[in-house]
C-alpha cells in the first residue's frame, strides 16, 4: 500500500502544504492562494485538503504529518532574546507571547483537530526543512548545500552535504546575526514591506550607486572571509522592538525610513544598491568556504535569500561551482516540502538514486487545476463572451494577439507552486514593445513602475538572447540581454540617472531588459511545459522572437490567480486585453458592459 507523508508550514509567513505518495510529489499549495490574503500565515486547511483530494485520499491514510520546525526551540529563542535585551523588548514581548501561548506552541494539538490525525506527528529543524527542500528535489547525487534566510529556532544560515538519501549538517551561523533581516532592514528602511518587498528593492538596485557600501561594512557588519558575520545590534530593532531598525540607523543614513507610498528617491536607490553588492559579496564569500570545505561540484539553494536571483545569477558565473540548483519555493511554503522530504529519506531512510538529471519539482506545476466544464460553468455564471477553441487555434489566436501587443491572461494546466508564475498563472506580452513594461506595471499589476518583468524564452534560444549557458526554468537567474540584442544609446541616453532610465530602450526586447540590461530569465522546455513551448514557437515564427513578458496573473496586494473564478475578476478589473483560460479565449472588446461594471478597474477593486 502507498504511504503518504503531509508536510505543512505555518505560522510565520507564506503557509503552505505538500504531500508525498512513495517520495513523490503528489501536491503543494500555499494556503494564500485559496484564502486570496496575501502571504497568509494562518494554518494551511485549504492547502491541506487540496492536497488529500489530489491525492484521492482523507487524513486518516496518512502516514505521518509533518510540521516544518521545532515549535518550542522557537519559542525557546523567543524567550531567551527577550529576557537579553530585557527591560527593552517589553512591548513586543506582550504582543507576541499571547499568541504563542494561546495557539503557535500547541501544533500537534492543532493537527489532530484539524486533520482528525491521529497518527505520528514528527518536527524537523526549520533549516533541516530548508536543506531538504534544496538537496532531494535536485537533480544531483550528491551536493553541498546553503541555506540562507531570516531565521528559523536559530538558525539564519546553514550549510551541509547531501548524498543519495542523506544529509549531513555542518556549521550555522545563528540569530541575531542573519543576512535575510539584514537585508530585510533596508527593505523596511527604503519603505517597502518586510517579507515581500525584498523583491522590489533587489529591483531598485540598478537605478541607484553602492555608494554606503564602505558605511555598512563599518558600522552594521563585520564580515570574515569565509562569509561568516556579525552584525552590530545597536544599529537594528528586531530583537527588542516592533520594526527592523531604530534612531541611530536613521542617523547613520540622513533621515527616517521612507514612508510607504511616499517619492522613492536618490537614497533608497543607493541604499539598494549598496546591501544588493554586500548581499552578494557574503553569498560568494560563503560559496567559495563551503566549495573548499566539501569539494563538491554541485550546490544547491534554499531558504528566504535564494530567491534573490541577481545574487544566484553572480553565484553562477564567478562562484566555485560547476553547477547550481535552487528550490524554486525557496521561502517558508518550500518548509512544507522540505519537511516531507526530510521524514521520507533522512527518518524513514528511503532510497535516493537519481542519475544527474532532472529535477523532481514537475517544473513546481503541483496546484490545482481545473476541466473545461468547470471553467465553462464559471464563465456562464458571469455571463461572460468567449469562444472555445481547440488547442492549436487557440495558441495560434494568442500568438497573433500578443504580436499586436495585446496583454494576455494565460490560465493554464496546474498552478504554481512557490512565489513566481511560470507560465500556467501568468500575464503575457509582447518584450518587443519598448511601452509594455510601464503599461503593465501601472495599468495591469497597479504597482510601482521601476519594477522589472522576466522574459520567459525558448530553453533551445536562450542563449542567443541572453548570456546564460544553463536552464533556468524557475526564474531564479539573472543574466544579462545578449550584447547582439542590446541597443546603442544616444549621448543623452547613456548618461540618465535614477527612474529617468526608465524611458530608455536598450535591446531589442525593451520591456524585459532592466536598466542594467539585466533580466530574471525562465527558460521553456517542451518536457515541463509543452503548451507554452508551442506559444513561444508560434510567437517566434510570426515575430522571429522566442521571447515574451512574464509576469504573475495578479495585481498588487493579492495572490496570484487560483481559480478560474479568480482568474476571470482579475482579467475584468483590469487593463489586460485577453484572457485563455482553458480551451477558452475571452477578449475585453467583447463583454457585456453590465459584466465590466460589476468589476471596477483598479487595485483596489480587487483587495
Same mark, same amino acid.
Given at each position: ?84 535585551? !530585557? ?44 536543506? !531538504? ?21 536559530? !538558525? ?73 558575520? @556579525? ?14 531598525? #531604530? ?37 560568494? @564569500? ?62 524513514? #531512510? ?6 544527474? %538529471? ?41 500568438? %497573433? ?18 512565489? %513566481?508564475?511560470?507560465? #500556467? @498563472? ?107 513551448? @508551442? ?57 457585456? !458592459? ?14
Amino acid at each position: 500500500m502507498a504511504k503518504h507523508i503531509l508536510g505543512i508550514s505555518a505560522y510565520y509567513h507564506d503557509s503552505a502544504a505538500c504531500l508525498l505518495r512513495d517520495g513523490e510529489i503528489v501536491a503543494a499549495a500555499q494556503e494564500e492562494r485559496f484564502s486570496r490574503i496575501k502571504q497568509d500565515a494562518g494554518f494551511p486547511t485549504q492547502a491541506v485538503q487540496y492536497c488529500l483530494d489530489a491525492a484521492g485520499i482523507t487524513s486518516d491514510q496518512l502516514e505521518y504529518v509533518v510540521f516544518y520546525e521545532k515549535p518550542f526551540l522557537r519559542f525557546e529563542r523567543l524567550l531567551e532574546t527577550y529576557l537579553a535585551f !530585557a527591560p527593552r523588548g517589553f512591548r513586543q514581548f506582550l504582543t507576541a507571547i499571547p499568541v504563542w501561548l494561546k495557539e503557535k506552541i500547541w501544533i500537534k494539538e492543532t493537527i489532530r483537530k484539524k486533520l482528525g490525525f491521529s497518527g505520528p506527528i514528527l518536527f524537523p529543524e526549520h533549516h533541516e526543512s530548508h536543506v !531538504a527542500a534544496a538537496f532531494f528535489p535536485s537533480p544531483f547525487n550528491e551536493a553541498a548545500i546553503l541555506t540562507l534566510d531570516g531565521v528559523g529556532e536559530w !538558525a539564519t544560515a546553514s550549510y551541509g552535504i547531501g548524498r543519495n538519501n542523506q544529509i549531513e549538517m555542518k556549521r550555522e551561523i545563528r540569530f541575531p546575526h542573519s543576512l535575510g533581516l539584514l537585508y530585510s532592514a533596508f527593505t523596511y528602511y527604503t519603505g517597502f514591506k518586510v517579507n515581500s518587498g525584498e523583491y522590489k528593492l533587489m529591483g531598485l538596485a540598478p537605478y541607484g550607486e553602492p555608494i554606503y557600501v564602505d558605511t555598512i561594512y563599518e558600522h552594521l557588519i563585520d564580515l570574515k572571509e569565509d562569509g561568516s558575520f @556579525r552584525l552590530n545590534l545597536d544599529y537594528f530593532d528586531y530583537c527588542t522592538g516592533l520594526t527592523m531598525t #531604530n534612531a541611530r540607523f536613521d542617523r547613520l543614513f540622513g533621515g527616517p525610513p521612507r514612508q510607504a507610498e511616499a517619492a522613492i528617491g536618490q537614497r533608497e536607490m543607493d541604499l539598494a544598491a549598496s546591501i544588493q553588492q554586500i548581499t552578494e559579496e557574503i553569498m560568494l @564569500r560563503m560559496a567559495r568556504h563551503i566549495h573548499t570545505e566539501t569539494g563538491m561540484k554541485n550546490l544547491c539553494l534554499a531558504g528566504g535569500v535564494a530567491l534573490n536571483c541577481v545574487a544566484n545569477g553572480r553565484l553562477l558565473r564567478e562562484g566555485p561551482f560547476d553547477n547550481i540548483w535552487i528550490q524554486p519555493a525557496a521561502g517558508d511554503a518550500g518548509g512544507a516540502l522540505g519537511a516531507a522530504l526530510f521524514s521520507w529519506h533522512q527518518y524513514l #531512510n528511503q532510497p535516493r538514486e537519481r542519475a544527474d %538529471r532532472q529535477d523532481e519539482m514537475q517544473g513546481a506545476y503541483l496546484g490545482p487545476e481545473f476541466n473545461p466544464e468547470e471553467i465553462q460553468q464559471t464563465l456562464d455564471a458571469e455571463g461572460a463572451v468567449y469562444q472555445k477553441l481547440d488547442k492549436e487555434q487557440l495558441i495560434t489566436d494568442v500568438a %497573433r494577439l500578443l504580436a499586436e501587443e495585446q496583454v494576455v491572461g494565460w490560465f493554464q494546466g496546474r498552478m504554481e507552486f512557490g512565489p %513566481r508564475a511560470l507560465g #500556467n @498563472r501568468s500575464i503575457l506580452a509582447d518584450a518587443r514593445s519598448p511601452r509594455m513594461q510601464r503599461q503593465v506595471n501601472l495599468k495591469i499589476k497597479f504597482r510601482e513602475g521601476f519594477r522589472p518583468f522576466a522574459p520567459m524564452v525558448l530553453e533551445e534560444q536562450a542563449a542567443k538572447w541572453f548570456d546564460l549557458q544553463v536552464p533556468s526554468p524557475y526564474m531564479l537567474l539573472v543574466a544579462q540581454v545578449h550584447a547582439d540584442q542590446l541597443s546603442v544609446l544616444t549621448q543623452e541616453e547613456s548618461v540618465r540617472a535614477g527612474l529617468g532610465m526608465l524611458d530608455v530602450s536598450r535591446s531589442t526586447i525593451p520591456a524585459v531588459t532592466h536598466v542594467d540590461n539585466s533580466a530574471r530569465i525562465q527558460t521553456i522546455s517542451g518536457e515541463t511545459n509543452p503548451m507554452m513551448q @508551442r506559444l513561444l514557437s508560434e510567437f517566434e515564427t510570426r515575430t522571429g522572437c522566442p521571447v515574451l513578458v512574464n509576469t504573475s496573473f495578479n495585481v498588487r496586494g493579492e495572490p496570484v490567480v487560483c481559480t478560474p473564478q479568480d482568474g476571470l475578476r482579475c482579467f475584468l478589473a483590469t487593463d489586460i486585453d485577453c484572457l485563455a483560460i482553458g480551451p477558452f479565449l475571452l477578449k475585453k472588446k467583447d463583454q457585456p !458592459a453590465e459584466l465590466l461594471d460589476r468589476y471596477p478597474r483598479g487595485a483596489k477593486a480587487l483587495d
